[in-house]
């Protein structure tokens, strides 16, 4: 059976029946946007994995030597004193080589030259800044990776062969969010730890400007150190976004010395930086970065290295395989061998061989037969739905139950999905997708051939939480509750004292909630409840009146007093609130399902503006009746100005009771 590997940037699905050929970071050209192998483990601007400061945790795999190559280039002026023109190129020349699954070593060289109309001389370079490191990592849970980080600086003096030294321990840690799902190409990184800088021993303190000290690469101060990045791999390019914070540690009295004389607390000229970047890996094991990253601090300290307000970078890293090259392209094959007796016959063989580099030889070869290879695997081609609606499914796993294998995942669009080869003979494949219930099925694959299925995944029901409360006045009272929705009604009787009854389970759906207790309004409340949902359910009852201002007659909900309204507008005294909630109370206790709110006035002024004021004052009161629970799909609004009195017009009263809003029943 052809090999593979369980690490994220392994192939997706088997390049062939009967072999498979390595290459540590083949192109990323033609993949699909959640292919695995869009993952591409490339080096940092000073060695070892990560991305272009930040350091990962996973290390890739073993064995592979890492090439990079990282310029660097600003010009702005007023950095990093105002007046100063600043312009600095670097570079850096790293190699990183992974000898252990959980250790990553590398070896950098750093040199920049910098001008600045304020140093002097005008042009400095910093030559021989040699760093080497060690990272010793483990993955803990499935997609977690996290360890440690030590960094050995070396710093060159200046105008002398003084040394300097510093020292870094770091804690590195990076999660895969693909380990959740493989639609999720997400990967976050962070790191924190110190830095024993001795640079600041190298010159006088008091012979070197702000601009000299930037130049030269002066800290006077350790510093803590926190970064943050994540990055998206997807094929040919992968974004991604760093954040970084140092603060200087054992600063006198928290303030330095600014370029003016002034004084400035630490925290304001802690060096922050923003990096935007891209990674590409068009050409076999070949990757180019290109990156921008934004200063964030703004104010400069002496003693502290300032963050430009923009940096230029690009690099490239170069990815070798030892041991592929020594013997050229890995092939894992199967090969059947076969004693010559008849009489004893050994079971089948799993060799594998590395293709030899050819070698010139005088001795005569014997000619012998050649072995035959037989295909002894298969792979299943399929496709999954959901068996309900037919429609396909994106993002599910599909994996062998008791092997090793990692799954593989249905494509976005179409739902398709293609094993590795596998076994052939009986084979039990598992299913799996949030939200759907399991399904495992056993198939029978014949050597040589690719099976197809369809997998139909039935949605996973799962009912909602209501957790429910009914106070008045914050304190609990006893009450009923009956949702209308669903299968059937549900009617519970809350209580305190009863913690059962404050707990609920129904289907997810769109209920309408009435509450009821003796000796207060009734109230309603329309829930929309997704499934699997907790809900929170809570009404605060208000008491019923002494004497109600709303009765039920015939077709009419009648107001014993009137909806009062500002003065010539649509706006809702508060004094109208409690009468409109006994308008809910009553309809509710009395199972009113609908009704038509109607707006009227008296005769008073233009005939237009009295139809426009009355419509406006019945939506004015249905928004009122719908914040309050009711559903929108029992209440209707309607105007007619001044085209239905109930009284002549021609006298203070009976204009006033012409100035009303009615409640019509039209479904009991």
Known sequence: MVGY???PGAPTSSPGLDQTYEAHSPSTLGNTWMDARNLRHGSTATGGVGLLRLAGADLGR???????????????????????????TGGTFAVGYVPLDYLDLSLSYTASTNTNTRSSPNLIQALGDVTLGARATKQWLPGLWAGADVRVMTFSGVGSNQIAFGFSPRAVATYDARSLSPMLPLRLHANLGLLLDGT????????????????????????????????????????????????????PDGQLVAPDGSLVPVGSVAPQTLGLGLKVTAVQNLTFTAAAELGLTRMVGRGVQPVPPFNLVLGASFNVDPALQA??????????????????????????????????????????????????????????VDAKTRQPLSGVLVALVDSTLPPVASAPGDGRFLTYALPSGPVKLSVRKDGYLPLEKTLVLEAGKTASVEMELVAEVKPVAFALAVTARRKPVPATLVFFGGPTPRQVKYSQADAESRQL??????????????GFLAQTRTVEAANGASVDLSFDLEPEPKQWQVKRENDKLELLQPVRFADGKAVLL???HALLAQVVALMVRTGVQRIRIEGHTDNQGDKTANLNLSKERARAVADYLIKAGLDPSRIESEGFGDSRPVAPNMTPKGRELNRRVDFVILDR
């Open 5 to 7: 590997s369980t690490h």
């Open 327 to 384: 013997g050229g392209t890995r092939v894992i094959e199967r090969v059947v061998v076969r004693e010559p007796t008849p009489v004893e016959q050994t079971p089948p063989t799993l060799v594998e061989r590395t293709t030899p580099t050819p070698v010139r030889t005088e001795t005569p070869q014997v000619a012998q037969a050649p072995q035959v290879a037989q295909v002894t695997t298969a792979q299943v081609s399929g496709v999954v």
């Open 574 to 576: 508060p004094d109208s």
């Open 200 to 251: 600041g021993s190298l010159v006088d303190a008091g012979r070197l400007n702000a601009a000299e000290e930037y130049a030269l690469g002066i800290n006077r101060y350790s510093r803590l150190g926190v970064g943050f990045g994540l990055e998206v791999p997807l094929p040919v390019v992968t974004p991604f976004l760093e954040y970084g914070l140092t603060s200087p540690l054992g600063v």
């Open 505 to 518: 389970q129904l289907p997810a759906g769109r209920y309408v909630v009435e509450v009821t207790a003796a």
């Open 62 to 88: 073993k064995g592979v030597l890492r090439f990079s190559a990282t310029g660097e280039f600003f010009s702005t002026p007023d950095f990093p004193v105002q007046g100063a023109i600043n312009t600095r």
